[in-house]
């Protein structure tokens, strides 16, 4: 049953990057297409801006794969739901308390790297590109705890239907919304 598992989590694994590959790069053609270089290049400095977030992660969904497992192996399962409920509070209150923080830094630092005449654009997606950023460190925490049981397939699987949920979004809002449609989706 182990080796089965093991089999599921690789070819998962395997999945994840293929689909996830290939979704990306449809996603970016169609961007490209639709919003142009320029607006492709607002969203891409406020999602690179906005990931310097993740260093509040302080790599809890590690620990939190690690903390499981072993939890798991002798049979403390109180404990496990005590990890997953602590490191997920915890990342939810310091990746909040630090985007908060991060907001004005961030407006900030936007000035200096996007024109004049596409600052309004980045300065407008800004607040759901740190959401985004948000809600994807608590999803972590979780995934992180699927991996601690051993359930990387069920982990890999979110990951797929989240890139592919992230394409239908954006070809349907991104035509009607522009730049926004994008950070809706």
């Not at 891409?44 to 794969?65: Q, W």
Request: proline share 3%.
């Amino acid at each position: 049953m182990r080796n089965r598992q093991i089999l599921i989590n690789a070819t998962m694994s395997i999945g994840q990057v293929i689909v996830t590959g290939m979704t990306l790069f449809i996603l970016y053609r169609f961007l490209l297409n639709h919003l142009g270089v320029e607006q492709f290049g607002v969203w891409s400095v406020v999602s690179a801006t906005t990931s310097l977030v993740n260093i509040g992660n302080l790599g809890f969904s590690g620990c939190i794969v690690k903390f499981v497992a072993k939890y798991l192996a002798v049979g403390e399962k109180e404990s496990v739901i005590g990890v997953i409920h602590t490191a997920t509070a915890s990342i939810c209150v310091i990746v909040g308390m630090i985007l908060g923080a991060f907001y004005p830094f961030a407006e900030w630092l936007l000035r200096f790297v996007i024109p004049p005449s596409h600052l309004s654009e980045a300065l407008s997606i800004l607040p759901y590109a740190m959401a985004s950023i948000w809600i994807s460190v608590i999803a972590g925490a979780f995934q992180g705890a699927l991996d601690g049981y051993q359930r990387i397939d069920i982990s890999r699987l979110i990951s797929v239907a989240k890139a592919i949920v992230i394409l239908l979004l954006s070809f349907f809002l991104v035509p009607a919304y522009g730049l926004i449609g994008l950070a809706y989706a």
